[in-house]
């Protein structure tokens, strides 16, 4: 009856064997056995299980029961094979600080890549940026600036919070724990995440780098030993693909607005600032301006910029605060005013008024052109001032050139009022 049995068993473990099934490995203690029982001649008081690596004795607690009969005792000298059950990584213990100085920068130029794409997304909508052949600029500042500070800080301090990862982490295989391997508290979060102000400092956190070096193979940076967290090694998480996607969407945004803000018209430059912007022409480089007066009544000079390719060919915008706002109702009576004032500053400049004034409308806003000649270190510019207001901002854009580059000019002043748009509010910086 045994060897009937016992050959059902062998049959069962061969074909496991076949199949290479993780399974068979778990019987061989039990075929050793097993095989002194069916063998005649084999006394079974003097089998002995061998014992190989990964093997460990057998307790009570092992042996498989039906639930209300007490465990039958072991054979002495019995094992079983243990296979260990990985960690998750909730699960993972302390252990041993290990030097994950490579990895962490890792994380941390992940997570600025991802940021700064954000910081493009959000400068090519509402910041200031420029094309140029050999590149753009992107720049944010006033209440935008702020405004991307805080977001990128919330970004730190959601994703730590309920995944103790950022995307870069997750990618290169870490966590924030607490000292002890506990999942932090969300005030602790909170706490290294307002560090990484000062981490940062003075610039790409060379304060945090430097911090983390003196604390030597723990590698914690201000922000952990405030918070009393430290960054551990993670069981790669099933995530980490989505981390990913994450990663390249915002960068296939930036990337994608900023060719279709570069490429809206080709050999053409963009400018966007001060809550305005223009195209001018792809041969033309930013340039810088002296104050230039209002020609009405202006109480403030907020901002001014310059394109062009030389000190006498540009064309420039300027902005003023006025004392009382300025609609189509009181065109006329502005034009009048203004009139008079763009006479008296062409004659000071050795020119005179030709034409205007001529009602314009640049941006939607209703304005007013002048031509008109200034004599600028003995040579004779060309010059159009137009006025065009905005409730109580007065803009100006005026164009000027020297004989020689007119045709160049007036296309450029023609493409710069036509292009000419209002975005976001006004800033008041110069």
């Given at each position: 009856?045994?060897?009937?049995?016992?050959?059902?068993?062998?049959?069962?473990?061969?074909e496991?064997?076949?199949?290479?099934?993780g399974?068979?490995?778990?019987?061989?203690?039990?075929?050793?056995?097993?095989?002194?029982?069916?063998?005649p001649?084999?006394?079974?008081?003097?089998?002995?299980?061998?014992?190989?690596a990964?093997d460990?004795?057998?307790?009570?607690?092992?042996i498989?029961?039906?639930?209300?009969?007490?465990?039958?005792?072991?054979?002495?000298g019995?094992?079983?094979?243990?296979?260990?059950?990985?960690?998750?990584?909730?699960?993972l213990?302390?252990?041993?600080?290990?030097d994950?100085?490579?990895?962490?920068?890792?994380a941390?130029?992940?997570?600025?890549?991802?940021?700064?794409?954000?910081?493009?997304?959000?400068?090519?909508?509402?910041?200031?940026?420029?094309?140029?052949?050999g590149?753009?600029?992107?720049?944010?500042?006033?209440?935008?600036?702020l405004?991307?500070?805080v977001?990128?800080?919330?970004?730190?301090?959601?994703?730590?919070?309920?995944t103790?990862?950022?995307?870069?982490k997750?990618?290169?295989?870490?966590?924030?724990?607490r000292?002890?391997?506990?999942?932090?508290?969300?005030?602790?979060?909170?706490?290294?995440?307002?560090?990484?102000?000062?981490?940062?400092?003075?610039?790409?956190?060379?304060?945090g780098?430097?911090?983390?070096l003196?604390?030597?193979?723990?590698r914690l940076?201000?922000?952990?030993?405030?918070a009393?967290t430290?960054v551990?090694?993670?069981?790669?998480?099933?995530?980490?693909?989505?981390?990913?996607?994450?990663l390249?969407?915002?960068?296939?945004?930036?990337?994608?607005?900023?060719a279709?803000?570069?490429?809206?018209?080709?050999?053409?430059?963009?400018y966007?600032?001060?809550?305005?912007?223009?195209?001018y022409p792809?041969?033309?480089?930013?340039?810088?301006?002296g104050?230039?007066?209002?020609?009405g009544?202006?109480?403030?000079?907020l901002w001014q910029?310059?394109?062009?390719?030389?000190?006498?060919?540009?064309?420039?915008?300027?902005?003023?605060?006025?004392?009382?706002?300025?609609?189509r109702?009181?065109?006329?009576?502005?034009?009048?005013a203004?009139t008079?004032?763009?006479?008296?500053?062409?004659?000071?400049?050795?020119g005179?008024?030709q034409?205007?004034?001529?009602?314009?409308?640049?941006?939607g806003?209703?304005?007013?052109?002048f031509?008109?000649?200034?004599?600028?270190?003995?040579?004779?510019?060309?010059?159009?001032?137009?006025?065009?207001?905005?409730?109580?901002?007065?803009?100006?854009?005026?164009c000027?050139?020297t004989?020689?580059?007119?045709?160049?000019?007036?296309?450029?002043?023609n493409?710069?009022?036509?292009?000419?748009?209002?975005t976001?509010?006004?800033?008041?910086?110069?």
């Open positions: 009856m045994v060897i009937f049995w016992w050959a059902g068993v062998r049959t069962s473990y061969d496991l064997r076949a199949l290479g099934h399974g068979a490995i778990c019987l061989e203690g039990l075929m050793s056995s097993m095989d002194g029982l069916a063998t001649g084999r006394d079974p008081d003097r089998l002995q299980s061998p014992v190989v990964g460990v004795p057998m307790t009570d607690s092992d498989p029961r039906v639930p209300g009969e007490a465990p039958a005792p072991l054979p002495e019995s094992h079983q094979h243990v296979v260990p059950e990985p960690f998750g990584e909730a699960d213990p302390p252990g041993a600080p290990e994950l100085l490579g990895r962490r920068i890792a941390a130029l992940i997570d600025l890549v991802l940021l700064t794409g954000l910081g493009i997304v959000l400068g090519l909508t509402v910041g200031e940026y420029s094309f140029a052949p590149g753009f600029s992107v720049s944010l500042s006033g209440a935008w600036f405004a991307y500070v977001l990128a800080l919330l970004y730190y301090f959601a994703v730590e919070a309920t103790s990862q950022t995307v870069g997750r990618l290169v295989g870490l966590r924030v724990l000292a002890d391997g506990s999942r932090p508290s969300v005030g602790a979060i909170a706490g290294r995440t307002l560090l990484r102000i000062v981490d940062w400092l003075p610039l790409l956190y060379l304060i780098f430097i911090v983390m003196t604390t030597r193979s723990r940076r201000m922000g952990d030993l405030a009393n430290a551990r090694r993670a069981v790669p998480g099933q995530r980490r693909g989505l981390a990913g996607v994450s390249v969407v915002v960068l296939a945004a930036a990337v994608g607005l900023t279709y803000r570069a490429g809206s018209v080709a050999g053409t430059k963009i966007q600032g001060h809550g305005i912007r223009f195209e792809g041969g033309w480089d930013e340039i810088g301006l104050t230039l007066a209002s020609g009544d202006a109480e403030d000079d910029v310059g394109v062009g390719v030389g000190r006498y060919d540009l064309v420039e915008v300027h902005a003023y605060r006025m004392r009382v706002p300025v609609g109702e009181q065109m006329q009576e502005a034009m009048t203004f008079q004032s763009v006479q008296r500053l062409y004659e000071q400049q050795g005179s008024l034409e205007g004034p001529e009602q314009v409308t640049i941006g806003k209703p304005g007013f052109r031509l008109g000649t200034l004599t600028v270190d003995g040579a004779q510019i060309k010059r159009t001032d137009m006025f065009f207001f905005d409730g109580t901002t007065e803009y100006h854009l005026g000027q050139s004989t020689a580059r007119a045709a160049e000019v007036g296309r450029a002043c493409q710069v009022q036509r292009s000419f748009t209002l976001a509010g006004a800033t008041t910086t110069r």
